[in-house]
C-alpha cells in the first residue's frame, strides 16, 4: 500500500488563481505557432501545484506572463483569463500589475546567486519591500527584515541584515529570497525553479522550510521545476508541461503511481534508480510503500 507522507495543510477548493485558455508568442505574426498554447489551470487556497516539464516546454514564460514580467513586445498574449481575486490579471494596467505583484503575488525566480542587488544589503533590500508595499516606516520596515531573517532560519540574522548579497552562500541567498517574498504576506507564492543552484542537502532543507511556512501562513504556492522526483514531498498537484501545452494534470500520488499521458511515464523513467523500481524514477521521503 502507498501512503503519502506530506506535511501540507489542508486544502480549500476555492481557487485563488484561475487561468482558462492562455496562448502566448513572441510575434504579432497569426502564422507564427503559440509558444504556449490553451493552458488551463486553477490553484486552490492553501495548494502547492506544481508545473513539470523539460527545459523550454514553456514552465517559466508562463508564470513570467502572468505576473506581468514580459515585455510586450516581444510577448504577445493571444487569448485567454487569468483571474485572481475577482481580477484579469491579463487586463490590468502596468500600475495596477505592480500593486498586485509583491502585495498579493510574489515571485522567487531560479536563479538567487543574481536576483539579488550586489550594490545594497540583503536587509535594506528586505525592508525596501516592505515599505513600498506594507507603507512601514524605515526603522519598522528594518525590523520586519530582522524578523523575516530568522523565520527563514538565516544563521546570526543580526550580522547578515547588513551583510551584502557577494557575501552570502547561495543557500543563504536563497532564503533571503523567500524571507523577501513573504514579507509581503501574498496569497500566492510563485517559485520559479528555485533550488536549482543548490546542492542536494540545501535543496531539501529548502523545500521543508517551504512547506512549514505554508503551513504556518496559508498561502498558495505554484512551484516549477524540471526534476519530477523532487515535486512529491512538497505538491498537491502536478501539471505535466510538454511544447507549451499541459498535458496531464491531477493530484501528486496518482500521477506517480498512475500516470496516463506517454510522456509523462516516459519522464518518471528517465531519472536514474536506486532500487530499481518504476523504471528507474528515485523513490523520495514523501512516499513509502508497506506490505498489505
Not at 498554447?37 to 486552490?44: C, H, K
Not at 523550454?56 to 498574449?77: E, R, Y
Request: hydrophobic content about 45%.
Amino acid at each position: 500500500m502507498l501512503k503519502q507522507q506530506t506535511m501540507n495543510t489542508p486544502v480549500e477548493h476555492r481557487p485563488v488563481l484561475e487561468v482558462a485558455g492562455f496562448s502566448l508568442k513572441f510575434s504579432r505574426d497569426v502564422n507564427v505557432p503559440n509558444l504556449v498554447d490553451d493552458v488551463s489551470l486553477a490553484v486552490n487556497a492553501g495548494e502547492t501545484l506544481c508545473i513539470v516539464g523539460e527545459s523550454g516546454c514553456g514552465k517559466s514564460v508562463t508564470s513570467l506572463a502572468l505576473m506581468g514580467l514580459l515585455p510586450s513586445p516581444p510577448a504577445n498574449i493571444v487569448a485567454g483569463t487569468a483571474m485572481f481575486d475577482g481580477r484579469d490579471l491579463l487586463k490590468l494596467s502596468e500600475r495596477e500589475l505592480a500593486d498586485v505583484r509583491g502585495n498579493r503575488m510574489s515571485m522567487i525566480f531560479q536563479e538567487p546567486m543574481t536576483s539579488l542587488n550586489p550594490a545594497f544589503t540583503v536587509g535594506h533590500q528586505i525592508a525596501e519591500c516592505v515599505a513600498r508595499h506594507r507603507g512601514l516606516a524605515r526603522a519598522e520596515a528594518r525590523a520586519e527584515a530582522l524578523a523575516m531573517l530568522r523565520l527563514v532560519r538565516i544563521p546570526a540574522p543580526e550580522t547578515r541584515l547588513d551583510a551584502y548579497p557577494h557575501e552570502l552562500s547561495g543557500g543563504m541567498r536563497q532564503r533571503v529570497m523567500i524571507a523577501m517574498a513573504l514579507a509581503l504576506r501574498p496569497q500566492l507564492m510563485v517559485m520559479d525553479e528555485p533550488t536549482t543552484a543548490l546542492d542536494v542537502l540545501v535543496q531539501r532543507e529548502i523545500l521543508k522550510q517551504i512547506s512549514q511556512l505554508r503551513h504556518e501562513f496559508g498561502f498558495s504556492v505554484i512551484f516549477i521545476t524540471h526534476d519530477l522526483p523532487l515535486l512529491l514531498e512538497i505538491s498537491d498537484r502536478i501539471a505535466v508541461m510538454r511544447d507549451g501545452l499541459i498535458v496531464e494534470l491531477d493530484d501528486a500520488l496518482t500521477l506517480y503511481t498512475r500516470p496516463q499521458h506517454p510522456y509523462t511515464k516516459r519522464l518518471l523513467s528517465s531519472f536514474p534508480s536506486l532500487t530499481g523500481d518504476r523504471g528507474g524514477f528515485v523513490r523520495t521521503g514523501a512516499i513509502d510503500e508497506e506490505a498489505g
